[in-house]
């Protein structure tokens, strides 16, 4: 499998996404990475 060169303006371009939270809050996506790198896991509900 080729290896791939992250793109460097994902971040940028991701950072303005807003995600409703568990709570029903919202948070922009770019306010969880301001202060530190962060790893965001899309868990999909299936059944």
Sequence with gaps: MPRTTPDPALP??????VLTE????SVRL????AD??????HLRHFG
């Excluded at 568990?22 to 809050?25: F, L, N």
């Excluded at 770019?30 to 990475?33: M, S, V």
């Excluded at 530190?36 to 896991?41: H, I, M, N, T, Y």
């Design 12 to 17: 940028d371009r991701l950072a303005p996404i």
């Design 22 to 25: 568990a709570d029903g809050s």
């Design 30 to 33: 770019g306010e969880l990475w």
């Design 36 to 41: 530190a790198p962060r790893v965001l896991v």
